[in-house]
């Protein structure tokens, strides 16, 4: 089992930023894929960033792509999301996910097999 917790979710303005943390937790010693996705209000839940196991292949949602930066520090076993240039429709919970290792990142939510409870995101105009 690998239990997952965020942090760092808040209200900032538009044009701000915020950065997400995800620390795993349990069987951390599989270097696995790691993403993050987000819910907006009334919406499904659709990837923002996704890594493959070691972080050298990174895939984005065209709608974060130049304003959002995933990373990964695997001594830490934590994975980042930095979100700059926010906007309103960056509103939603934000979670983190795990999955098996892998070379290239997983784009779909149902590879996912371990979730974090969820972090809210608000950006006012």
């Known amino acids: 089992q690998v239990q997952l917790v965020e942090s760092g979710g808040g209200l900032a303005q538009a044009g701000g930023s915020l950065r997400l943390s995800c620390v795993a937790s349990?069987?951390?010693?599989?270097?696995?894929?790691m993403a993050w996705f987000r819910q907006p209000p009334g919406k499904e839940r659709e990837l923002v960033a996704a890594s493959n196991w070691s972080g050298s292949k990174i895939s984005y949602a065209d709608s974060v792509k130049g304003r959002f930066t995933i990373s990964r520090d695997h001594a830490k076993n934590a994975v980042y999301l930095q979100m700059n240039t926010l906007k309103p429709e960056d509103t939603a919970i934000y979670y983190c996910?795990?999955?098996?290792?892998?070379?290239?990142?997983?784009?779909?939510?149902?590879?996912?097999?371990?979730w974090g409870q969820g972090t809210q995101v608000t950006v006012s105009s």
């Open positions: 996910a795990a999955a098996v290792h892998a070379l290239t990142p997983y784009t779909s939510a149902a590879e996912y097999p371990y």
């Open positions: 349990g069987r951390t010693n599989e270097n696995r894929n």
